[in-house]
T-cell receptor, first 114, second 110 residues
Framework: ETGVTQTPRHLVMGMTNKKSLKCEQHLGHNAMYWYKQSAKKPLELMFVYSLEERVENNSVPSRFSPECPNSSHLFLHLHTLQPEDSALYLC?????????????FGSGTRLTVV | DQQVKQNSPSLSVQEGRISILNCDYTNSMFDYFLWYKKYPAEGPTFLISISSIKDKNEDGRFTVFLNKSAKHLSLHIVPSQPGDSAVYFCAASEAGKLIFGQGTTLQVKP
């Protein structure tokens, strides 16, 4: 496989559930990101990881918990979410952290919280 | 406060004509600007970029223009093709951190 792969593509979860989103990149990139895209809103940067170290956390509620076990994998653990958290969650990677080379995005996970 | 704005949520253009997508920004510290294209059920894909030290960058049918005094950039697609129909996101970078606009949905009619 090549590029950035996200699983699952769709997820429906209740407010008391715990679930995880997975992202995997096969590009040899050193940085990975989580973005949130809500309807009619810009993409919002949530977390930035560089070489498995979190370098940025954009005031994201603690019900979202990222994990980066190695430079190829990124997880977003979800628990006790709210209906307003329903959105498209996009993972991206880049050659170097916050560099000007553009990001490669995955196809996203469409999350619905009921 | 939104630093990158795409004020037109949608644009419809006839095939073969020029598509012009606009983007405004407020932060003069942005040093790089990018355009991404997104099809339904796919992630955004990088299209074209421009450094703040330039005013134009061209790649095939796509040209990006930057007007720093007006804090405005635009993406020109000519000639437009039906396959160009997608959502286009403008993004601006400050030290590599990307800030995105809301996106403009382009529809190119055959």
């Amino acid at each position: 496989e090549t590029g950035v792969t996200q699983t699952p593509r769709h997820l429906v979860m209740g407010m008391t559930n715990k679930k995880s989103l997975k992202c995997e990149q096969h590009l040899g990139h050193n940085a990975m990101y989580w973005y949130k895209q809500s309807a009619k809103k810009p993409l919002e940067l949530m977390f930035v990881y560089s070489l498995e170290e979190r370098v940025e956390n954009n005031s994201v509620p603690s019900r979202f918990s990222p994990e980066c076990p190695n430079s190829s994998h990124l997880f977003l653990h979800l628990h006790t979410l709210q209906p307003e958290d329903s959105a498209l969650y996009l993972c991206a990677s880049s050659q170097e952290v916050l560099g000007n080379y553009g990001y490669t995005f995955g196809s996203g996970t469409r999350l619905t919280v009921v | 406060d939104q630093q990158v704005k795409q004020n037109s949520p949608s644009l419809s253009v006839q095939e073969g004509r020029i598509s012009i997508l606009n983007c405004d920004y407020t932060n003069s510290m942005f040093d790089y600007f990018l355009w991404y294209k997104k099809y339904p059920a796919e992630g955004p894909t990088f299209l074209i970029s421009i450094s703040s030290i330039k005013d134009k960058n061209e790649d095939g049918r796509f040209t990006v223009f930057l007007n720093k005094s007006a804090k405005h950039l635009s993406l020109h697609i000519v000639p437009s093709q039906p396959g160009d129909s997608a959502v286009y996101f403008c993004a601006a970078s400050e030290a590599g951190k990307l800030i995105f606009g809301q996106g403009t949905t382009l529809q190119v009619k055959p």
